[in-house]
């Protein structure tokens, strides 16, 4: 039953970070290089599934076989997204992208304001930025999607965090995202650039299921989206 449903199935990864503008050679961005959604990715080309990876500029590349798309900021990530999923009817959603939580609002220097994203500031006066919160992209991944039927994965990245507050934090993903898996994985708990220690859990209470690497990871993860969606009662 797993293979009829899930074979040669669309698949959307997102991968890599996102880098806000602060002026026209700096950006607000994160550590993220996009390897975890690259991967999955590659994982899921080699089962025969038809995917798209939507991957931030400096991310790690594609795999052969995989159609790619880049994004740089914010807005970029959120355009395509939004395209993607209205023109395209994909099975399910990787969101692997650490999508940045704030933006450059505003930017004075000596008590002047100075553009956002273009040119270049001084190093004369200490500027000081203004940052504005961005929305939560995963939030909107159903409502923008052309499938009713999109099977959406979320992630969530702490560091050093205690077992209940990721639990707590993995908990507050679910019940404002409507996700189906969400991957919890912690900085702290790593011990090399190849160990990537993170556990699978499952909107329908299913036990959470622990991966020690990246590739055990989109392993699991394929056999878990492999599972026929619940029927409404």
Not at 57 to 76: I, K, Q
Not at 92 to 100: E, K, S, T, Y
Not at 145 to 169: D, Q
């Amino acid at each position: 039953m797993k293979a009829s449903f899930w074979k040669g199935r669309r698949v959307l990864v997102t991968a890599g970070g996102t880098a806000e503008p602060i002026d026209g050679v700096r950006t607000l961005s994160n550590f993220s290089s996009g390897a975890t959604g690259a991967q999955i990715a590659a994982h899921l080309v080699r089962a025969g599934h038809d995917v798209v990876l939507l991957r931030a500029r400096h991310a790690v590349a594609a795999p052969p076989g995989c159609r790619t798309e880049e994004f740089s900021a914010f807005g970029d990530l959120d355009a395509a997204l939004t395209r993607l999923l209205a023109t395209e009817r994909f099975d399910a959603v990787v969101h692997a992208a650490a999508v940045g939580d704030f933006g450059v609002a505003a930017i004075e220097a000596g008590g002047r304001p100075q553009p956002v994203g273009t040119g270049k500031l001084g190093s004369e006066a200490l500027p000081v930025l203004h940052l504005r919160r961005l929305p939560k992209l995963v939030d909107q991944l159903r409502a923008r999607s052309a499938n009713p039927a999109l099977r959406v994965v979320a992630f969530k990245l702490t560091r050093g965090a205690p077992a209940a507050e990721a639990e707590a934090a993995v908990a507050h993903l679910f019940a404002h995202s409507r996700a189906d898996l969400v991957v919890h994985n912690d900085l702290a708990a790593r011990t090399s650039a190849e160990d990537f220690p993170a556990t699978i859990y499952a909107a329908d209470g299913t036990p959470p299921e622990g991966c020690a690497s990246r590739s055990a990871l989109a392993a699991a993860l394929e056999q878990r989206l492999a599972e026929p969606p619940a029927v409404p009662a």
